[in-house]
Structure formats: C-alpha cells, structure tokens
C-alpha cells in the first residue's frame, strides 16, 4: 500500500552452487525414477546437495552411476 516491494525470495526449488544453476525438483524426479527408490527429498546445505530417499540401500557410485544415464 506505501509502494514499497517486498522480496521474499524465489518460488520454485531452484539454487545456484558454486555459479550453476541447480533444479533440486529435477534431482528427486531422476532418484524416484531409480528401481528400489520410493521416495527422494534434495536440499542444498553449505553448497553441497544432500539428498534423503526411502526404499532399499543403495551405494552412493550406484546412485550416481544411475542419475548420469
């Protein structure tokens, strides 16, 4: 109403590390995608990715073999 803007910040899930632009949205799709992944959560901590995921244990080199392909 007094014609200042307010900013509260971005409305979708994506983050910038270390200059690249990230869609963590895109990360859950690719690990739910994974056989054995039920569920997949992405947060971005301290310029890291931590991802959370319910299902059967996976290695991390499996993992990451199967979101490169």
Avoid at 30 to 56: F, S
């Amino acid at each position: 109403p007094d014609g200042n803007i307010e900013y509260l910040g971005r409305n979708d899930d994506q983050v910038k590390i270390r200059g690249l632009r990230i869609e963590l949205g895109e990360i859950q799709a690719g690990l739910t995608a994974i056989d054995g992944i039920k569920e997949a959560v992405v947060i971005a901590r301290d310029q890291r990715l931590i991802a959370y995921y319910t299902g059967t244990a996976q290695t991390v080199e499996a993992l990451r073999t199967a979101l490169l392909a």
